[in-house]
């Protein structure tokens, strides 16, 4: 059957089953978006900002597992999209965003709103086409979300020329995606796995170190079956979080700088490392060359090149992580003669480990004034842990990461990789369009709030109750905090004067607004807001002067912490 | 460490810059780089030069892998392996030289593929070695440009190299 490029676009999206796409027009999306008008089952979520459908659609993913789609027009659009691009491709996150790109024949001749996206985006993306031609719209489309969620996950990003989506040709979508160059590999070498279990058996202090891969690859039950059978001590990345249930006696925290106490020991202490969809990134092990001093590292990850990139590793493994820790399991499971030594000494390796846990846990300084900390463990203990939780980036996203004990994989949302402010927001509208009905909760700081704070006007328009627990501090905190320890608290760029009234601007986009201002008031305005059902500001207006603890400093070794 | 790999890509436009930003984005080196399509027009080849430390090196090899247009890199350092490179040298010909010229060139087994009343331009191949050894003998005498290809390298013997799954690291058994 004939289909102009644009209906081709929209048969494609739903034989993907695409239900949510992102999108903002021009000029450039006008075939498309009138290819879409009569397909609510596509459901458009028209954002304020094109970074925003980006991190919106990442939120989507990462809450949800499916593909997150977005749609842009061409040139500014374009490149709005790039910090968005960037910080899906940090996080592994499967993405696919449509550019539109000026006619064919324009391109190169610095049209109006001509952007070489392509190649603006190449070092960000995991894959990227051009289409040149109509006929090659339905393969692309098809090689796009295939890469976008196989293997380690990424960005795909694919540039729509305007004739190209005005084009004429046969419809006929590919059952099949025929890549030559790209097979990525799933399941790991049987050979090192066993070599890895024997040397597990042999270890007298080994720790997990897991990131998040285990999330993107739903391995959670295995690496809590696989912890449980062996009695091994758990240390999350960032990214990792959820992966174990943050209560899991096994559980010893997130390491790294502002990892806990227990964590970043364990490792420093360690005779054996497995290192499972983590990166070993510099926040995680603080100065390499002391990272884990007295171990061996058992690597497993999805992608080559993570591993002995950063850190020598003795026993790599390529493969997904679920698959590889199924394969473990069973082993473990059948040889567990070969492990009765093993069982008998790891008894002092578990006191130990409990004794940092109960010794040095986390924890902040009560003093009548409104603390963060306590905002969060307020927020986890009215929602049981069950809400979906994105953060903005700083000090926000650390206290959360420390104080929020998230129970399960995919309810933590957050920049790991690039660190990016602006965030949060547009992924918890992303997260809540994935699960209508589920509490989504944006922590951010007052900062990072007003990087994309015109998303207000999409959770009005479309209805999406996010609630932002806006921790205002007046300031940059995590970059104050860096300036109080390393630069005699000279507070340059960083204290935000004239910031808006938070309350009145959510009033001002039909939003909710409250304000907090003391502890006793918590509770209670937290209960109505995460129960009026409309996208709601909550400014918080927190202690100024907390800071995050413990604390590596950056360059130190993880046995270097500065406790509170 | 210098090391010669040979990268089999998808004969498509884009691929070439994907495979430059790779090596100037991660800080990884190229000597240089020639490209040019196979005997099978929908795949190219680009020999690289490039030196770093084994974990660099390793590091360049598993990023070239993860390329998505990439099929194939071989590092041929782990061959035994043939490589030749060409260049063409323009050089002063006056009078008192070109005997010279044309025993060098002769020597070092070049032709003279264009002639002027002032100048001459050579044409040798070789390896690393040779080549410097040519301009070395020839500098004296007066270069006066110089262009050369890289080198391309192949496999000794019957060894051909193959368009198999990637090579991965503690991958699938058969890898
Ligand atoms: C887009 C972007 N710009 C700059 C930074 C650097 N940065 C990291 S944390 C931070 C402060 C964030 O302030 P706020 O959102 O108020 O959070 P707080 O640390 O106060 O909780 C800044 C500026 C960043 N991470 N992202
Ligand atoms: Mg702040």
Redesign the interface.
């Known amino acids: 059957m004939k289909k102009t490029g644009a209906q081709i676009f929209v048969e494609a999206l739903k034989i993907e089953g695409v239900e949510n796409i992102f999108c903002y027009p021009g000029g450039a999306t006008l075939n498309i978006t009138d290819a879409l008008t009569d397909h609510s089952e596509i459901h458009q979520i028209v954002v304020r900002h094109e970074q925003g459908a980006v991190h919106a659609s990442d939120g989507y993913a990462r809450a949800s597992g499916k593909v997150g789609v977005s749609l842009v027009t061409s040139g500014p659009g374009a490149t709005n999209t790039v910090t968005g691009i960037a910080t899906a491709y940090m996080d592994s996150i499967p993405i696919v965003i449509f550019t539109c790109q000026v006619n064919t024949m324009l391109i190169g001749n610095d049209a109006f709103q001509e952007a070489d996206i392509?190649?603006i985006t190449?070092?960000c993306t995991?894959?990227s086409y051009?289409v040149k031609d109509v006929k090659d719209l339905a393969r692309i489309i098809k090689e796009a979300f295939y890469?976008a969620r196989s293997g380690r996950p990424g960005p795909v990003l694919v540039d729509i020329p305007k004739d190209v989506s005005s084009g004429i040709c046969d419809f006929k979508y590919p059952e099949k995606v025929n890549?030559?160059?790209?097979?990525p590999?799933y399941?790991?070498?049987?050979?090192?796995i066993k070599k890895a279990i024997k040397q597990i058996a042999a270890s007298k202090k080994p720790v997990l170190y897991t990131g998040g891969g285990i999330i993107t690859s739903g391995a959670s039950a295995e690496l809590v079956k696989f912890a449980e059978q062996l009695s091994i001590p758990v240390v999350n990345t960032l990214m990792g979080l959820g992966g174990v249930p943050g209560g899991h006696k096994l559980f010893l925290g997130m390491l790294g700088m502002h990892g806990t106490y227990a964590a970043n020991m364990a490792i420093t202490s360690s005779d054996l490392i497995i290192a499972i969809g983590a990166r070993f990134d510099d926040r995680a092990t603080g100065k390499v060359d002391e990272f884990a001093p007295h171990a061996k590292i058992i690597h497993v990850d999805i992608?080559?090149?993570s591993?002995?990139?950063n850190i020598?590793v003795d026993?790599?493994?390529?493969?997904d992580s679920r698959s590889v820790l199924k394969k473990m399991v069973e082993i473990v499971e059948a040889e567990k003669e070969e492990f009765k030594a093993y069982k008998a000494s790891i008894g002092p390796w578990l006191n130990e480990t409990e004794q940092w846990k109960k010794n040095f846990p986390l924890t902040y300084v009560r003093n009548g004034t409104l603390k963060p900390q306590y905002v969060i463990e307020k927020v986890f203990e009215l929602t049981d842990g069950k809400a979906i939780i994105a953060t903005e980036v700083g000090q926000n996203q650390m206290w959360t990461a420390q104080f929020f004990k998230f129970l399960k994989p995919r309810t933590l949302l957050t920049s790991g990789g690039l660190g990016t402010m602006g965030f949060g927001f547009p992924a918890a509208i992303g997260a809540q369009v994935a699960f209508p009905k589920s509490l989504v909760v944006d922590i951010a700081g007052d900062g990072s709030i007003q990087m994309n704070i015109q998303e207000l006007g999409t959770a009005v328009q479309f209805n999406l109750p996010v609630k932002v627990v806006i921790l205002n501090n007046g300031y940059l905190g995590m970059v104050r905090q860096w300036q109080e320890l390393f630069y005699e608290k000279r507070y340059t760029w960083t204290c935000l004067e004239c910031a808006p009234d938070f309350v009145k601007l959510a009033d001002a986009y039909g939003a909710a607004g409250y304000r907090i201002e003391s502890e006793d008031e918590v509770e209670s305005v937290l209960r109505e807001a995460f129960h009026n059902g409309r996208p709601t500001l909550i400014d918080v207006k927190v202690n100024p002067e907390e800071s995050v603890y413990p604390m590596v400093p950056a360059g130190a070794s993880l046995k270097e912490m500065l406790l509170v | 460490m210098r090391h010669i790999i040979s990268v089999l890509v998808e004969n498509e436009f884009g691929v070439l810059s994907r495979v430059a930003g790779l090596f100037s984005g991660r800080g990884f080196n190229i000597e240089s780089l020639c490209v040019a399509e196979t005997l099978d027009p929908t795949i190219s080849t680009m020999t690289i030069v490039t030196s770093g430390n084994e974990a660099i090196i390793e590091q360049v090899l598993k990023q070239l892998n993860k390329l998505i247009n990439v099929i194939k890199v071989v590092d041929f350092k782990e061959l035994d392996y043939v490589s030749r490179e060409m260049v063409l040298v323009k050089v002063n010909a006056e009078e008192r030289t070109r005997a010279e010229i044309l025993r060098m060139t002769e020597i070092f087994r070049g032709k003279i593929i264009d002639v002027s009343p002032k100048t001459y331009t050579l044409l040798i191949t070789g390896d690393d070695e040779k080549l410097r050894a040519f301009l070395t003998l020839i500098k004296p005498l007066g270069i006066k440009e110089l262009v050369r290809t890289g080198p391309i390298a192949i496999a000794r013997g019957e060894k051909v190299i193959k368009l198999k799954d990637k090579p991965l690291e503690g991958g699938e058994e058969d890898g």
């Open positions: 392509v190649g190449r070092p995991k894959h051009l890469i890549i030559r160059s790209y097979q590999t399941n790991g070498h049987l050979g090192q992608d080559p090149t591993i002995s990139k020598k026993i790599p493994i390529v493969g």
